[in-house]
């Protein structure tokens, strides 16, 4: 199993600020990783696959790199609606096997 | 529109079984792999299983293996998870999602409950 971990566990920020979130695999993952935003009491959202490609209506403010081991998401400028749970996850080619991150919990300073 | 209904969920007792539902509308069932991924109280995400979309190929977390059986009808466009045996720890939201590469679409969730 490839085991993911997140930092920070808890990132305050303003709004209007920007966000860095870091990810990081075990082992490499290449470019098999996806970031989620989950708010309370709802599923988590897809925001980025394959490292850095935006999923469907995720607003460009948003942004994900790296490769292999170490990932980033960025939020350029963090608004009202931002401020929830992000995980990581990657998805080995074969066997089919996915592991999510802890989660990093963006909360209001 | 993409929609994925699950169904199932509830207070169980230890060693107890369920079967869970999510059923599919909107887009061909047929076609998309799917997972169960599940939510313990407080918790972080945690992956079930796989099933391709054709069935044939499936996968398990070692925490469920042997104890939970994943499975899909592409007629009716509802995937399934037998959970038996249950324990405390299989105490979470379950929830189906579409895909593989990329988990784009996700249920609201069942809930399941296991205590005596």
């Known amino acids: 199993e490839i085991v993911m971990t997140q930092s920070p566990a808890t990132l305050s920020v303003s709004p209007g600020e920007r966000a860095t979130l870091s990810c990081r695999a075990r082992?490499?993952?290449?470019?098999?990783l996806a970031w989620f935003q989950q708010k309370p009491g709802q599923a988590p959202r897809l925001l980025i696959y394959?490292?850095?490609t935006r999923a469907t209506g995720i607003p460009p403010r948003f942004s994900g790199s790296g490769s292999g081991t170490e990932f980033t998401l960025t939020i350029s400028s963090l608004q009202s609606e931002d401020f929830a749970v992000y995980y990581c996850q990657q998805y080995n080619n074969w066997p089919p096997r996915i592991t999510f991150g802890p989660g990093t919990k963006v909360d209001i300073k | 529109e993409v929609q994925l209904v699950e169904s199932g969920g509830g207070l169980v007792q230890p060693g107890g079984s369920l079967r869970l539902s999510c059923a599919a509308s909107g887009f061909t069932f047929s076609n998309y792999e799917m997972n169960w991924v599940r939510q313990a109280p407080g918790k972080g995400l945690e992956w079930v299983s796989y099933i391709s979309a054709s069935g044939t190929t499936i996968f398990y977390a070692d925490s469920v293996k042997g104890r939970f059986t994943i499975s899909r009808d592409n007629a009716k466009n509802s995937l399934y998870l037998q959970v038996n045996s249950l324990r405390a720890e299989d105490t979470a939201v379950y929830y189906c999602a579409r895909g593989y590469d990329r988990l784009d679409y996700w249920g609201q969730g069942t809930p399941v409950t296991v205590s005596s």
């Open positions: 082992q490499s993952v290449s470019s098999n």
């Open positions: 394959s490292a850095s």
